[in-house]
């Protein structure tokens, strides 16, 4: 039966990459695909580049990808760019090279997979829409409907959001995979999608992998490569990110700014009172 992998948002975690290869090795897939994003949130976007780019994957760019690409060149600089809230982006994008630019600018935003003996399917970042539009499960039916418009493959695979997710819309099987160098699900380890093909259904089966591996390299990357330096507490939400397998710099910053407060470390105490469920307090340092 025909088999493959999606493995996405790597996000700068070189030991999180060399977990799901080494698992990839054990399974051999017939084929092997990255759905994007493969720099930023982590301290290692360089090196992961370095290790996945030899290997010749099929792979798309994600939002983070084409993002740190524009940063690189000097292009659309946020205000305040040299300022600690802005470090982990900033010194990501000083890891890009002319040349992993352009590796990056090259890779397609969505490709059609197809295999003998199977049905072709469609892989994106986030949907077929647009790289920053998940398609989980805050999206209704309806709207995934509408960012699926024009696709002709019945399956249709992505990622962005951080965590597994899988439906049905309007006949069209739709599969996110769980995050490789950065999940959001609770779940530290790292993560991928394989799929196998179901000739008595004739469908895509999809199983979630998840690869545990050493973290210690990884903290010991973030505390080395000068991310926490300046005291940017930024970093130490990316990295809490990490550590605990949620999301935290993403809602804190809008929730700041929602509010018209700075992005820094004495207002976090009053959003995490405000959202005791989804945030802990924040950890200074990597153990």
Request: with cysteine; glycine share 6%.
């Amino acid at each position: 039966m025909p088999t493959f992998a999606v493995l996405a948002d790597l996000h700068g975690n070189l030991q999180a990459l060399d977990a799901v290869l080494a698992d990839l090795e054990r399974v051999r897939p017939d084929r092997i695909v990255v759905a994007g994003d493969f720099v930023n949130r982590g301290p290692q976007s360089r090196a992961v580049l370095e290790r996945i780019a030899p290997y010749s994957f099929p792979a798309i760019s994600g939002n983070h990808d084409t993002w740190l690409a524009s940063l690189a060149q000097g292009v659309n600089l946020p205000d305040a760019w040299e300022t600690p809230w802005w470090t982990p982006v900033r010194r990501a994008a000083g890891e890009l090279t002319p040349e992993w630019v352009a590796w990056i600018e090259s890779l397609p935003p969505t490709l059609r997979l197809e295999l003998p003996g199977a049905e072709p399917v469609r892989i994106v970042h986030g949907s077929p829409r647009h790289s920053r539009e998940g398609m989980g499960r805050m999206q209704t039916d309806a709207q995934l409907a509408d960012a699926l418009a024009g696709v002709t493959e019945r399956t249709v695979i992505g990622a962005h959001i951080h965590y597994p997710y899988e439906r049905s819309v309007q006949g069209t099987h739709v599969v996110v995979v769980g995050a490789t160098g950065c999940p959001f699900n609770g779940d530290v380890n790292a993560q991928y999608g394989l799929f196998t093909w179901d000739n008595t259904e004739a469908q895509w089966r999809f199983e979630h992998r998840s690869v545990p591996y050493d973290h210690q390299p990884l903290y010991a990357a973030w505390r080395d490569s000068g991310y926490l330096d300046d005291d940017s507490f930024a970093s130490e939400l990316m990295l809490l990110e990490h550590q605990t397998a949620r999301t935290h710099y993403v809602p804190f910053w809008d929730w700041a700014t929602e509010r018209g407060l700075e992005l820094s470390r004495e207002h976090y105490p009053r959003f995490a009172a405000e959202r005791p469920a989804f945030v802990p307090p924040p950890l200074r340092a990597a153990s």
